[in-house]
């Protein structure tokens, strides 16, 4: 035996010794990769890693532009603003049914998978050592995009794990956060963002831009008071509303038919776009539909698989621009009597590439403030805003004179303003409380049932299994 | 790096560890046996019968002429004194009827070349054990003398290294290159020849081959008829399979040709006892899964089997196709496979390494098995020229039946009567509007077309002495049974060339390979949307093959789904395969030797999406237009050099060391352009032309290194034993972890060679027990997970690139344990006309590697780590091959297998809710469900039993805890059968395949229920519930959601999932090879006609969905039925 490891060990040495080194293991990384510790070490490769993660918020499911999961198209359906056509998305008909299942909704982990980017870069940030010319811009954009994404994930889903770190085992064991909790963080990011971001425009190197997809110091204001609103903090809610008002150096509302084009002045922020594509909204309703169409189920032939509501259809008021300019009417031919479609004609521009998705504009800013005031008891005040809105769209002014009735009359502006943009009509319904009625009665023309549970979205199962301390929303089966 | 060079001084201490491995396979010693090859004469393939009393050996010689064609020759007066026999005996083979009949005689025979010689016995009748014919007794002292002669095989080719040796003597030799040998013999001495993978035969030397007038001797040995001498490929070198320790399956040429096959995965399935392979996709060119025993795996299921063609690490699994989801092939060819790439025609042997020993060598990248393929080489012999050439059409396989109109409008009515609503305008089926007379099966519109396959095949081979060469050329072509009619067809241009240096010393073999394949068809998979269309919509095709768009204007799924044959693809996939072996024998007993490959495989894919598939109406259609290329490349380089040292230890035993090193450089790189909005479709061949153009680029490295040692040793011909050891390198480990040292044991004990086996059981011809044991590494992970890395997102935002993180980083990852038993016994009786093998195997993985799954909540949906959990994966194999009727004309043999595997959890990961399905003492296969209850008679509806026991029509309320069922979806076995028959002329194989397993039913496929405007079913849904109390498997139909909801539930039940065992009948050949008569007035060396048909019949209860790809959106298997001719000149 002996004999036998001898020899054995002379040639393997032999050969270990001829044979290559440890040295040809040390492979450069894929061509299109760098290691993490590269990524925090100059102003140019942060800038990308935050511009990284804009991208993938305009590409994600919540605001990206598949119909199966764009969230504001999907939560027109969950609601009475859309109609659906489709017979082949299951997901579409469980939406548009009422009758989501946790496996429907992939929001959440889209939204936390966004989340950890924007932890991973403030940590990045934070513990970079070189010297960064823009590091405020970088970190105020990341802390306005956690706000942004945490303002959803709390809507959809009510109370939510808050996961401030990038760290895999805490994050995996996390429970859930009181919203108002989860608030009190959105507020402070945003708080945050405010302080470091610029008052201008600028694009992903620190230099000052028209184009107004990179979040300033007015967006995380905006967004601010949007928050405030929801969170039911009135005053804050208006003085936030105030400082974008009154910037009218910058902001402005447009006639309606400009309202949606690339960087106007009514436009805070919006997303550019992350694929070659027109506009989603376009491709969700219009995808170069003629104006008449030879039967009930054509649209389907261009992809389109949701029409307004007529109930939404008929809540505008006589000569509402808006309705001439941001509704398309669609006839069926050789239907007896004649029938027309509706489909929202918002983003009407097929141009590929140079529509931005707005998340936030004036126009709601004048809203919130609108809301805030009639809560506050400054009638007045909110008449004006609301007027201003109205007068826009050609209409006269409200009729409303007291809070409840101008409360009133806000929601029913909020609903023909923002209709199909941004889950505003269910976060309305939701944070007016207003959702369980107006659902209850709605939903049996669309073959549906409302129950109360539905407010909050299913939290996925794979969550609920793989976190013991996570509990599900209450009426969804896991 | 911390860890220097390996070859710094560090690393020299570290080597410890290496012979410490050693010392652990030390402890782990087996000793078992091999046997010689047993000394046979080619009298073996001949049987006789007869029966008789006191029969004279005139009678008996008489009968073994006529059955055997043998004559019998004896000196004369012999027989006067034989003594008169009798027996009965039926189909006895030849040597054993000898036996029997001399066994009381004073004489002995010996047969060559057609010829019984007897001569006089030189000793009283002996022992038992003595049967075997002896040296006749010499008429004088000889005086040894050289004899000179020629070996070679049955074209007439010579044998190189054949062994030469003379019986009862030390004197022995072997053949040259051009088979000539020369040995020193006394005339009467009888010499025995062998060689891998033929027949040994006996040659008696007679006084005219020696001396000055001699005659010159040429010695022709017949191909083995046993599987136990038919040659295997080990990682480096061959052997056969009679003194192989390890477990390895080989198919051959022969049995691959008669499967008229796009790719050899489907000739072989079926036929290697532990290799699951499943057809993904009928689509020529399309994915296959390929699992080797268990699937010993937490989340990536399959891990498969690495592929190594003629030495060089090849893509085995599905290639860096397109992902485009919207415009890709991802639907089509479910990810392609590389074998599609090879011609089958071209493959020698396929090779299947399943135990440690057997696969240890390849370190980590064996760990889940090897598939080694060895490619056609030249051979020695005259120059020969062979062509082949068949043709065939392929059809549509197995798919379920669909209602007709009469029942689907009828369903609908139900549907709507049941929802308690009424037709409304949109219901164009069955409103009036399209007419309830008119049917379509809409599957044979789209798919109905038979396509035509042809494939050719040249090869030119010959040479002499040291040198010889192959050169080949071949071409295919498989057209698509889908309306448009796109084909992939393939050239393949190899050589093979083989040269040596005079003295031998010093040997060279190139071989090289270029395939082109071209592929143009749809790059869409019809039968996902054939379930969509009512039966009586319009036709969306005009009678010139056009969409219609106008004539079935008002149905949306029509003509929409059927502009799709409108889009353009173009596949040329490339692929270079390059071989150079070099062998230095410097000094005897040494040799070194270094295999180099290489393997390119590029692909280029273009694919369009112009306005014609878009409504005409459509305004902004040439906006959408859509244009991709694709271009993919691996490559991969593998440089093992080895050297081998024998000699001969303790005088019975021979010694092998080999060491050497095996690098591994492979890239895998792709870029893609894709564009929108073209101006023109004639401009979608190039996608830069596009309003708007994207493009990426990856390119991503792995790098392997290991070294090996192997001794292996054999004692006496009866005891081998094998020790393999390993140190393996990854990059796919951090830098401190990047080493692991393997290794196993092998020992087999050939104990038909002991002398009391042959005294007592001498009706076993072959008996062998072997086991081994090892420890495997595993790296079967995602490169760099080791490492937090950041990648460009491939898009911009506001005109700035991107960077994104990839990973959740594991830096402490480590390498993946796999311990590997086997015990396997192989036993032939009858001269090998049974042969039965029996295997057991029992592996268990630890430090398993896993992407664990995490809450989403941490950015990723998992995490890699070393599992602490233990799974074992363990099986029974059997293989029965017999010959079940030997005759001169009519011969008919059997091959049965069949593999039985299981996996068990042994223990849970501690990191805790890993996955729910993971049960201990369960397989990991399996799932959780919940208990359905079947169709509640009173609503029509699905209903469960909850945990609690309460049946309900549960649409919510059930939870995680109610799904308390557990299926196993792994195959409970699965294997083939194989029957050959000759005659005369003819031969007939047809050969099954089987596997037990359950499957995803058509109904949970469904997506949506019937009763849907435009969704058709299948007949299923005939006794589907109508009224209370009706009791049927099948639910009411509804258009309501809620149904649809309900189906979510149902999937997660065990109503879900059906029996899904098959048997299938995979292949039927039929040949006629043309009579050696024929054949040389024909001056033709040899010429076949056959006839052949795959995939002909399937017998399954799966509801008519097909039973191996289990999938109702994805083209099932075809069928395949050619003709054709195989000459050689």
């Not at chain 2, 006749?136 to 050289?146: L, R, S, V, W």
């Not at chain 2, 893509?315 to 860096?320: A, F, I, K, Q």
């Not at chain 2, 749809?522 to 269309?533: E, N």
Request: hydrophobic share 35%; glycine share 8%.
């Amino acid at each position: 035996m002996r004999i036998i490891i001898k020899h054995f060990a002379i040639i393997t040495s032999i050969l270990l010794l001829t044979t290559g080194c440890k040295k040809y293991l040390d492979t450069p990384l894929p061509a299109n990769t760098i290691s993490a510790e590269n990524a925090y070490i100059s102003d140019n490769s942060i800038s990308a890693v935050v511009t990284g993660n804009f991208e993938e918020v305009s590409s994600g499911d919540v605001f990206g532009g598949s119909a199966g999961s764009n969230l504001a198209y999907l939560t027109s359906l969950y609601v009475d603003e859309l109609q659906n056509l489709s017979t082949s998305s299951s997901h579409n008909i469980a939406f548009y049914n009422d009758a989501i299942q946790p496996g429907d909704t992939k929001h959440w982990s889209s939204l936390y998978t966004e989340i950890f980017d924007v932890n991973s870069t403030i940590e990045g940030i934070r513990n970079s050592t070189v010297n960064l010319y823009y590091k405020n811009q970088w970190l105020g954009e990341s802390y306005f995009t956690r706000a942004l994404l945490y303002f959803y994930l709390t809507n959809l889903y009510g109370d939510v794990p808050l996961a401030i770190t990038s760290d895999y085992a805490t994050n995996n064991t996390l429970s859930r956060t009181p919203q108002s909790q989860v608030y009190q963080q959105i507020i402070a990011d945003l708080r945050q963002a405010q302080g470091l971001l610029n008052s201008g425009y600028t694009d992903a190197y620190g230099v000052a831009s028209t184009h107004r997809v990179r979040p300033n110091r007015y967006a995380a204001t905006a967004l601010l008071a949007k928050t405030y609103l929801y969170a039911q903090k009135w005053d804050s809610a208006a003085t936030q509303a105030d400082s974008v008002i009154n910037n009218t150096d910058s902001y402005a509302l447009l006639s309606t038919d400009k309202v949606f084009s690339a960087n106007g002045k009514e436009t805070i922020w919006g997303l550019a776009p992350n694929v070659s594509s027109a506009a989603y909204e376009y491709n969700f309703f219009i995808a170069g539909m003629p104006a008449t169409i030879p039967s009930l189920n054509a649209p389907l032939d261009y992809n389109v698989f949701g029409i307004m509501d007529t109930a939404l259809v008929s809540a505008f008021e006589a000569g509402d621009n808006r309705y001439t300019t941001w509704v398309r009417p669609v006839s069926v031919s050789g239907t007896n009597p004649a029938f027309t479609y509706y489909f929202p004609n918002k983003y009407s521009s097929p141009a590929v590439n140079s529509v931005n998705e707005i998340i936030l504009r004036l126009a709601e800013i004048y809203l919130i403030r609108a809301e805030a005031r009639a809560h506050l008891n400054d009638i007045s005040g909110a008449q004006s805003d609301l007027n201003a809105i109205r007068t826009r769209a050609g209409l006269p002014n409200t009729t409303a004179g007291d809070q409840a009735g101008l409360l009133s009359a806000i929601a029913k502006e909020r609903r023909i303003e923002l209709f199909t943009e941004g889950a505003n009509r269910f976060f309305d319904l939701k944070r007016t409380g207003t959702i369980d009625a107006v659902m209850t009665a709605f939903a049996p023309q669309k073959k549906a049932t409302w129950n109360h549970y539905m407010q909050l979205f299913p939290i996925p199962t794979n969550d609920l299994i793989q976190d013991p301390n996570l509990t599900p929303n209450p009426g969804y089966q896991q | 790096m911390q860890n220097a060079a390996y070859c710094s001084r560090s690393a020299w201490l570290r080597r410890r560890n290496f012979t410490k491995t050693l010392l652990v396979m030390k402890l782990t010693f087996l000793l078992m046996t091999a046997a010689f090859l047993h000394v046979q004469a080619t009298g073996w393939t001949q049987s006789v019968t007869l029966s008789g009393k006191n029969l004279n050996m005139k009678q008996v010689f008489a009968a073994i002429k006529k059955q055997t064609g043998y004559v019998v020759f004896s000196k004369k007066g012999l027989l006067d004194e034989a003594r008169p026999v009798s027996f009965s005996v039926h189909d006895m083979p030849l040597v054993d009827f000898l036996d029997l009949t001399m066994k009381d005689q004073p004489f002995t025979y010996l047969i060559a070349d057609k010829t019984i010689s007897l001569s006089r016995r030189p000793a009283p009748v002996v022992a038992p054990a003595e049967k075997r014919p002896e040296t006749p007794a010499p008429d004088q002292t000889p005086t040894p003398t050289p004899i000179t002669g020629r070996i070679l095989d049955a074209d007439g080719n010579p044998l190189a290294g054949a062994t030469i040796s003379v019986k009862n003597s030390k004197i022995s030799g072997s053949s040259g290159a051009d088979g000539v040998f020369t040995l020193n013999v006394s005339e009467g001495d009888v010499m025995i020849i062998s060689y891998v993978g033929y027949a040994s035969q006996q040659v008696r030397v007679s006084g005219q081959y020696l001396g000055a007038q001699k005659k010159a001797l040429f010695i022709r040995l017949q191909q083995g008829n046993s599987d136990l001498d038919q040659v295997q490929v080990l990682a480096h070198g061959t052997s056969t399979k009679r003194l192989n320790p390890g477990d390895i399956t080989t198919i051959t040429a022969k049995e691959i040709e008669k499967n008229p096959v796009n790719n050899v995965f489907e000739a072989i399935q079926g036929k290697v006892p532990g290799l699951f392979i499943q057809q993904v996709t009928g689509q020529p060119g399309g994915a296959f899964t390929l699992r080797l025993r268990g699937s010993a795996n937490f989340t990536t299921g399959a891990i498969p089997p690495l592929i190594v063609v003629d030495g060089v690490r090849y893509p085995g699994g599905t290639l860096p196709l397109s992902t485009d989801a919207s415009y890709g092939t991802q639907n089509f060819l479910q990810g392609g496979n590389g074998l599609n790439y090879i011609n089958p025609n071209d493959i020698a042997s396929i090779d299947v390494l399943k135990d440690a020993d057997a696969t240890a060598i390849y370190g980590s990248s064996g760990a889940y098995g090897v598939i080694l393929i060895t490619t056609k080489k030249a051979k020695p012999g005259n120059s020969s020229l062979t062509a082949n050439v068949y043709t065939g059409v392929s059809i549509r396989g197995e798919m379920p039946k669909l209602l007709n109109t009469q029942q689907y409008v009828a369903m609908r009515q139900e549907a709507l009567k049941n929802d308690g609503l009424t037709v409304s305008p949109s219901d164009l089926d069955i409103n009036g509007t399209w007419p309830l007379t008119r049917y379509h099966d809409w599957r044979k519109v789209y798919m109905g077309a038979s396509a035509q396959s042809t494939n050719a095949s040249l090869t030119y081979s010959g040479g002499a002495k040291n040198s010889t060469y192959m050169i080949s050329g071949s071409l295919r072509n498989n057209g698509n049974i889908q309306r448009h009619k796109g084909s992939m067809g393939d050239g393949t241009l190899r050589f093979s060339l083989n040269t040596a240096t005079a003295d031998d010393k010093f040997n060279l073999n190139l071989s090289g390979s270029f395939l082109s394949s071209k592929s143009d068809m749809v790059p869409y998979d019809f039968s996902q949307s054939l379930a969509l269309d009512a039966p009586n919509a319009p036709p969306a095709f005009l009678p010139n093959g056009s969409v219609d768009w106008i004539g079935a204007a008002d149905d949306p799924n029509g003509p929409s789904s059927a502009a799709n044959i409108n889009r353009t693809y173009k596949n040329v996939t490339n692929n270079l395969l390059a071989n150079g072996t070099l062998v230095y024998r410097p000094v005897k007993g040494v040799t070194l030797r270094a295999i180099i490959g290489y393997n390119d495989m590029t692909t280029k894919e273009l694919m369009g999406y112009p306005t014609t598939t878009m409504n005409p109406t459509n305004t902004q259609a040439a906006q959408q237009t859509h244009s991709v290329f694709h271009y993919s490349d691996q490559r991969t380089l593998t440089v093992s050099p080895y050297a081998e040292y024998n000699r001969t230890l303790w005088k019975k035993g021979e010694l092998s060391v080999k060491a050497g090193g095996e690098i591994t450089d492979r890239l895998t790189y792709w870029n893609e352009i894709s564009g929108i909005g073209f101006s023109s479709d004639a401009l979608l061949s190039d996608p830069a032309a596009g309003s708007s153009v994207v493009s990426s680029y990856s390119q991503t490295p792995l790098r392997a290194l290991g070294f090996y040692g192997i001794i292996k040793y054999v004692w006496d011909q009866k005891y081998i034993i094998d020790l393999n050891g390993r140190r393996d390198g990854s990059t796919r480990f951090g830098p401190d972890n990047r080493f692991g040292n393997f290794g196993s044991v092998a020992a087999a004990w050939i104990f038909s060679e002991e002398k009391f086996i042959k005294d007592h059981a001498s009706f076993l011809s072959y008996g062998k027990l072997r086991a081994s044991t090892g420890v495997i590494g595993g790296d079967a992970i995602t490169d760099y997970s080791y490492l937090s890395t950041y990648s460009i997102t491939g898009g911009t935002y506001d005109g700035a690139p991107g960077l994104s993180p990839n990973i959740l980083a594991n830096p402490n990852l480590k390498w993946e344990k796999n311990r590997d038993k086997e015990i396997g016994l192989e036993l032939a009786f009858l001269h090998d006309r049974l042969f039965v093998e029996g295997n057991y195997y029992h592996n268990v993985t630890s430090n398993q590697l896993v992407a664990r799954p995490v809450s989403t909540v941490t950015g990723f949906p998992s995490y890699t780590l070393n599992s602490d959990a233990v799974i074992r994966n363990s099986g029974w194999e059997m293989s029965v091959n017999t010959t079940n009727i030997k005759t001169r004309d009519f011969t008919w043999s059997t091959r049965f297998n069949i593999s039985i595997p299981t996996s068990k959890l042994l223990k849970v990961p501690t990191q805790a809710n890993q996955n729910t399905n993971y049960i201990l003492g369960k397989p990991l296969t399996g799932i959780l469900l919940y208990k359905y209850a079947g169709v509640n008679p009173e609503t029509g509806y699905f209903s469960y039993t909850n945990a609690k026991g309460v049946t309900q029509d549960y649409t919510s309320g059930l939870t995680q805890a109610d799904k308390t069922e557990f299926i196993d979806l792994a195959p409970k076995f699965y294997g083939g059968f194989q029957n050959t028959v000759t005659y005369k002329q003819f031969s007939l194989d047809f050969s099954f395949s089987f596997t037990s397993r359950k499957g995803l039913n058509s109904l949970a496929q469904s997506g949506y229920l019937p009763g849907f405007t435009g969704i058709n079913a299948t007949t299923d849904w005939l006794r589907r519930w109508q009224k209370p109390g009706d009791n049927t498997d099948i639910p009411k139909v509804s258009i309501l959601n809620l149904f649809v909801d309900r189906l979510s539930n149902f999937t997660k039940s065990t109503g879900a999932y059906t029996n899904a065992s098959y048997a299938r009948l995979q292949n039927l050949s039929f040949r006629y090879h043309f009579s050696p008569d024929l054949l040389r007035k024909m001056h033709l060396k040899d010429l076949t006609i056959y006839l052949q048909g795959q995939n002909l019949l399937t017998i399954s209860k799966f509801g008519g969905l097909d039973p191996e790809n289990l999938s109702a959106s994805v083209i099932p298997p075809l069928r395949v039925f050619t003709g054709g001719i195989n000459l050689t000149l």
